[in-house]
């Protein structure tokens, strides 16, 4: 900002305010924000302003000590500490004013829900969400709202198969298996079939043609599974309907709940972004 000259003439002095100093004068210091995919194969986020930060650590997956299994936190002192760790980087010391919105599995359960908001609680921001994994999925595919959509989530120990309808999750199904369970080379045809299956049973439950309207569109298939064609194509042959990959699919999850964090930080800047609670059935 422009502040009182310096003496030489025509010559403005320029100085920048921190945080503290644009509150004190009545202007808002730098938006601070950050979106966690806290998953079994690692940490991914996503810092407002910057972007993708960082995808590990690496060989989580193969480590004994992971604290996150089958998409639960098992150890949430080793959690604590990674998510410290990570905040301390992306939001620094000041974090007033600051968000942090964090994906779980959309059945994850009520035990694992509450230690996901503690943790987020614990690294002092203003503001802590945690948001389930489809309606952040569907947000980034372009699919947060307007009609009937099919998410399927195949993760490294995880696959979830999520039915919404104008934003709000009204059915899901879960599986605990995933692509760290098939062995290298082999014919993907158990993961295929939970998909499958987890579809067929939510098909035959529903009453008012939702999961009929969301396989017309094409069932959106996000996680490390969407990235093999072995897998996709024969989710496509065995259901007969074109899929959606939704894009970078590894990553769609932390992106989607980095929009749901814009949302938070510039309502008016952000869109049209509606992420609802889940209601199941």
Do not use: Y
Request: include cysteine.
């Amino acid at each position: 900002m422009r502040t009182s000259r310096d003496g030489r003439r025509g010559r403005p002095v320029l100085r920048r305010l921190d945080a503290h100093a644009a509150r004190a004068a009545g202007r808002p210091g730098p938006a601070k924000g950050l979106a966690i995919d806290l998953g079994s194969s690692g940490i991914r986020a996503w810092v407002a302003g910057q972007g993708l930060v960082t995808g590990g650590p690496a060989g989580w997956e193969h480590s004994a000590t992971r604290p996150v299994r089958r998409g639960r936190i098992v150890d949430a002192e080793t959690c604590a500490g990674l998510l410290g760790r990570l905040a301390d980087v992306a939001l620094g010391a000041d974090r007033e004013g600051g968000v942090v919105v964090l994906s779980h599995p959309v059945l994850a359960g009520q035990e694992h829900r509450a230690t996901a908001r503690e943790l987020v609680a614990s690294l002092g921001v203003s503001r802590a969400v945690v948001l389930n994994s489809a309606s952040a999925a569907a947000g980034c595919t372009g699919d947060p709202a307007g009609g009937p959509v099919l998410v399927v989530d195949m993760g490294a120990e995880l696959t979830e198969v999520a039915l919404l309808v104008d934003g709000t999750v009204v059915d899901a199904r879960q599986v605990d298996a995933g692509l760290s369970d098939l062995d290298p080379g082999s014919v993907p045809a158990e993961l295929v079939g939970n998909v499958i299956d987890m579809i067929t049973s939510m098909w035959r439950e529903d009453r008012h043609g939702a999961v009929r309207g969301a396989l017309r569109r094409g069932p959106v298939l996000t996680g490390g599974g969407a990235l093999r064609h072995d897998v996709t194509d024969r989710i496509t042959g065995r259901l007969g309907v074109p899929v959606r990959i939704a894009p970078d699919p590894s990553t769609a999850v932390v992106r989607g709940a980095a929009l749901f964090l814009d949302s938070v930080l510039c309502p008016a800047a952000a869109g049209a972004v509606s992420v609802r609670p889940v209601r199941l059935r």
